[in-house]
């Protein structure tokens, strides 16, 4: 039996946001680009879903950031390919993104401010917030 899609090809990503910052939203919205409809809805535990992207293989890990999810955030910082962090733009950097942040390093981090439709949205002061706070740039 041969696979159609070779191993090489196959991506693992983290979304971590806390609750109610848009991160399962954010990922319903990756799996429409990819063609793929979703029924996710609030999570509170991490929830795995996967996708097609161009010729690639996606399992996309949808894993909130509470303080009683570290057990969890630890396995699944162990098998992804990436991260996906996802911001408010008026929302505080808290401990939990920090030890997350350090916990994550050595994998692929990416930043993405959500909610921009808010009033008072501020991406510039998010973004110097990310480099001031983590490192990030």
Same mark, same amino acid.
């Given at each position: ?37 979703? #029924?996710? $809805? ?11 992207? &161009?010729?690639?293989? !996606?399992?996309?890990? *949808? ?30 950097? #808290?401990? $939990? ?11 692929? &981090?990416?930043?993405? !401010?959500?909610?921009? *439709? ?20």
């Amino acid at each position: 039996m041969s696979r159609a899609i070779p191993l090489d090809r196959y991506r693992t990503i983290g979304i971590i946001a806390p609750i109610d910052s848009g991160k399962t939203t954010t990922t319903e919205r990756i799996l429409s680009e990819a063609g793929q409809a979703s #029924d996710n $809805g609030i999570s509170i535990s991490s929830a795995a879903t996967v996708c097609s992207w &161009r010729d690639h293989h !996606v399992t996309l890990i *949808d894993t909130p950031l509470h303080l009683d999810a570290s057990v969890e955030m630890a396995r699944v910082l162990r098998v992804v390919d990436g991260v996906l962090f996802v911001f408010e733009p008026n929302a505080s950097i #808290d401990a $939990g993104f920090k030890t997350v942040w350090t916990k994550a390093e050595g994998i692929s &981090r990416l930043c993405f !401010v959500n909610k921009m *439709d808010r009033p008072a949205a501020d991406f510039f002061g998010c973004v110097a917030a990310l480099e001031a706070e983590l490192g990030g740039t």
